[in-house]
């Protein structure tokens, strides 16, 4: 449904915390710019999501009925009941959070089964039919992403500066290959790379998380913070879990020494770590994260 409407902001409705974080790792996997709010969060860490929602850092917002009391956003395109609301005037403030300051918007919901029966008592209670349809096919999908894909291409067209792109499709043309097969075969690459999933894209930046001298499962992170900087172990424990959101205990092995430190986690939450902790701070003093090169 995503790639049916292409919303550039959109929040996602689920009924419980835990739902919202399945999806939440679900989304990204599929290489969608999303992140929960819920009452787990912290004040500071709800009002870092809603940041990045309004800049459009994170295009997704997925959250719960009461974190969602918050959220006031005049450019959400589109609302999407992930579950059905459990009382019918929550629905009425979630499709509220689409079409605000006279801006159009979409609201989609998920029904199946005894959900259609919830579905018809919501309609009486807002005194109005919500429109049925199928949830697309795999051809559906493929159908609308290439149609989105030729509008990206004429716009790229129309807003023109491509001078600088001619030179290699000369050396092609003069190697023999047709301006046909060229284009073909740069749609291919394009398309190609969009539907990579982003550990298939990132593979570059997860190399870099290997061979860091880091335990097995682990690894190593540097940091340009140490002892004369008055930082302790329980300083790196309480910023990198506050601040990434990951349970102290899951941090490994901390080394401080006088101008910089070694901080080891779970090698599946390296890249977390370091995008939270980059430009962040401990003690007062910016912090620059990267990974450790081998002992």
Request: with cysteine; hydrophobic share 35%; aromatic share 8%.
């Amino acid at each position: 449904m995503l790639h049916l409407y292409d919303p550039k902001l959109s929040v996602v409705f689920c009924n419980t915390k835990k739902k919202v974080d399945e999806l939440v790792v679900e989304l990204q996997s599929r290489g969608f710019f999303a992140d929960a709010i819920h009452g787990d969060l912290k004040q500071n860490q709800r009002d870092k999501v809603m940041g990045k929602f309004r800049k459009g850092i994170i295009q997704i917002l997925v959250a719960t009925d009461v974190a969602a009391r918050g959220i006031d956003v005049d450019d959400v395109e589109a609302v999407f009941n992930y579950d059905l609301p459990q009382f019918d005037e929550y629905y009425v403030h979630r499709i509220g959070r689409t079409g605000r300051a006279g801006r159009s918007g979409i609201a989609v919901t998920f029904a199946s089964g005894k959900g259609i029966q919830k579905l018809r008592e919501i309609e009486r209670y807002i005194k109005m039919k919500v429109a049925k349809e199928k949830v697309p096919s795999k051809e559906d999908i493929d159908k609308i992403k290439m149609d989105n894909f030729i509008e990206s291409v004429k716009e790229t067209i129309n807003e023109g500066e491509l001078e600088n792109y001619y030179t290699p499709l000369k050396v092609l043309a003069k190697e023999g290959f047709k301006e046909s097969t060229i284009a073909a075969a740069l749609l291919k690459m394009c398309i190609e790379y969009k539907d990579k999933k982003p550990e298939e894209v990132q593979v570059t930046a997860e190399e870099e998380l290997e061979n860091t001298g880091a335990e097995v499962g682990m690894v190593r992170l540097f940091m340009n913070v140490g002892r004369k900087h008055k930082a302790e172990t329980r300083d790196f424990v309480g910023t990198i879990a506050r601040e990434a959101d990951i349970r102290g205990k899951e941090i490994g092995k901390i080394d401080i020494y006088d101008k910089y430190s070694f901080v080891e986690v779970p090698k599946e939450l390296g890249r977390k770590v370091i995008t939270a902790m980059d430009g962040n701070s401990i003690k007062g003093f910016k912090v620059s994260v990267e990974p450790a090169n081998k002992r």
